[in-house]
């Protein structure tokens, strides 16, 4: 005996969209070096939205536009800043001299201690992608599965706009601790700039380096996984049949094995058709 089972678009967009609302957030942290700087990073990402379209037969694709990808940076960065400026000491050379009955003697050398200057963002991002995933029947031992197996895709991100925070972050926490060291008067805007021009370029490292994380954490959500199939619906493969003249006149109910499954596209319906034995 066969049977057909046929799920209309908008029922495949309740079933995806209930699928997406049961996947936790998943969060990454990584750490770099550069030169004098260093950062740790963590990514959380969330998935939201999208609309859900299928495409008939041959492709069988189900296409899901504007899928919403949103998440959250938060980073730790900083330095030494006796890494970056120069020793400045007071004053410039030891003076020393050789005085009758004492001996070799010298004045007191006060070198400035740089202290150790760091910020902590929190960067909030969010962007849309569209997707494309074909359709696989997997045999799930008691049940039957439709599963999704997502087309390979490269989100793009736009980081841009995160480099002025950072850049203002950082800049004000070096004046903050630079001012408040006595004594260094006009040096200190040139010193701040010392340190602005050697951490600029850091910024889009910094920038590749959390969009790759972005990356490696998605690639790990079963839902966007080259390799891991997502699992849409389920079926029983034993499935209980009540006659229609029950219980007039008190037939049993019948159980039938569900022995294959096919799933297509058709008329934009996401067909399912079957043999009982």
Known sequence: MDTTLAISEAGVNTVFHKALAGLPPVAKTESQTWGPFFATYSVAVFLSGGTASLENAPANKLDVSGLHISGSVAASVGFDLGLILPTICIPPEPICADLPLVGHVCLPQFCIPWPHASISPFLPFSFNVDLSFGFRVDDLGAQWGIDVLVDPFSPRFDLTPMAPVILSQMEAEVTSKLSAIPGLG????????????????????????????????????????????????????????????????????????????????????????????
């Open 186 to 277: 006009g040096l200190l805007s040139g010193l701040i700039k010392t340190v602005m021009d050697a951490f600029t370029p850091i910024v889009d490292l910094l920038l590749d380096a959390i969009s790759g994380l972005i990356n490696a954490v998605l690639k790990t959500l079963d839902l966007l996984n080259v390799s891991i199939p997502f699992n849409l619906l389920k079926f029983d493969k034993l499935q209980t049949f009540i006659p229609t003249n029950v219980p007039l006149l008190g037939d049993a109910p019948v159980k039938m094995t569900l022995t294959g499954l096919t799933a297509s596209v058709l008329d934009h319906e996401l067909v399912a058709e079957g043999q009982f034995a």
